[in-house]
């Protein structure tokens, strides 16, 4: 009689698959202000006032009389105002945001076949 030997076979299909997520998020926000203010006061004022008075009276015995009056009145007034005003502005503000998904699916699939090997003996 002789012998035979049967291996054993297997086939089949094997399945990987990878999986990867990235996310990225971020925010921004800026602001700037710049402001400038120039002012300037003058101011002036002037007052001159002058009086000169003079009287003379002479009087000698009860029929003689003398009299004289000089007077002198001046007056002056100035007054002067300056007034400077200037302003200068910027305002500015910004904001930014986003937001970054990155998604990878792969599927890997291989088939195989795998046997044993077949003997006989006589």
């Known amino acids: 009689m002789s012998d035979m030997d049967y291996g054993q076979y297997e086939a089949g299909q094997e399945s990987q698959s990878l999986d990867q997520l990235h996310q990225a998020e971020g925010s921004e926000a800026d602001y700037n202000n710049q402001f400038g203010v120039y002012e300037q006061d003058h101011s002036a004022a002037e007052s ?14 009860p029929s003689v009389h003398y009299e004289a009056d000089e007077y002198t009145n001046y007056s002056h007034d100035a007054s002067e105002d300056d ?9 500015s503000a910004h904001q930014a945001q986003f937001s970054e998904l990155d ?3 792969q599927r890997m699939d291989a088939a195989f076949a795998r046997g044993t090997a077949f003997s006989t003996t006589a």
Do not use: K, R
């Open 83 to 91: 007034h400077v005003f200037a302003a200068e502005g910027s305002e």
């Open 103 to 105: 998604a990878l699916s």
């Open 48 to 61: 001159t006032a002058y009086q000169h008075g003079t009287h003379v009276a002479f009087d000698q015995g």
